[in-house]
């Protein structure tokens, strides 16, 4: 059974921290190219960034380059994503995403974790 599990979601003042975790299962996780995403209330889904677990070969949104870092544990299945100085705009469910590098039709998408930044 594919399961995409986030957690580390919560409230953070402006220029606060958090770090996102995203556990994966029943799959095989450098098969996939991982990614982060985030919807705001209102807005479209929006891309964040990704990376391949296999090369370690990231790429971010230019919204959140210099200031998030995505990573991944190959041996425990998991990727992070590290957010720094965390802006009000910021606010939005932020999901896991999983893409078989050779066949795009297979992906799974992980259920959310909310991300609050306010004073």
């Known amino acids: 059974q594919v399961q995409l599990v986030e957690s580390g979601g919560g409230l953070v003042q402006p220029g606060g921290s958090l770090r996102l975790s995203c556990a994966a299962s029943?799959?095989?996780?450098?098969?996939?190219?991982m990614r982060w995403y985030r919807q705001a209330p209102g807005k479209e889904r929006e891309y964040v960034a990704s990376?391949?677990?296999?090369?370690?070969?990231?790429n971010y949104a230019d919204s959140v380059k210099g200031r998030f870092t995505i990573s991944t544990d190959n041996a425990k299945n998991m990727m992070y994503l590290q957010m720094n100085s965390l802006k009000p705009e910021d606010t939005a469910v932020y999901s896991c995403?999983?893409?078989?590098?050779?066949?795009?039709?297979?992906?799974?998408w992980g259920q959310g974790t909310q991300v609050t930044v306010s004073s």
């Open positions: 029943g799959f095989t996780f450098s098969n996939y190219r």
């Open positions: 990376i391949a677990s296999t090369d370690g070969s990231t």
């Open positions: 995403n999983a893409v078989h590098k050779i066949f795009p039709n297979f992906y799974y």
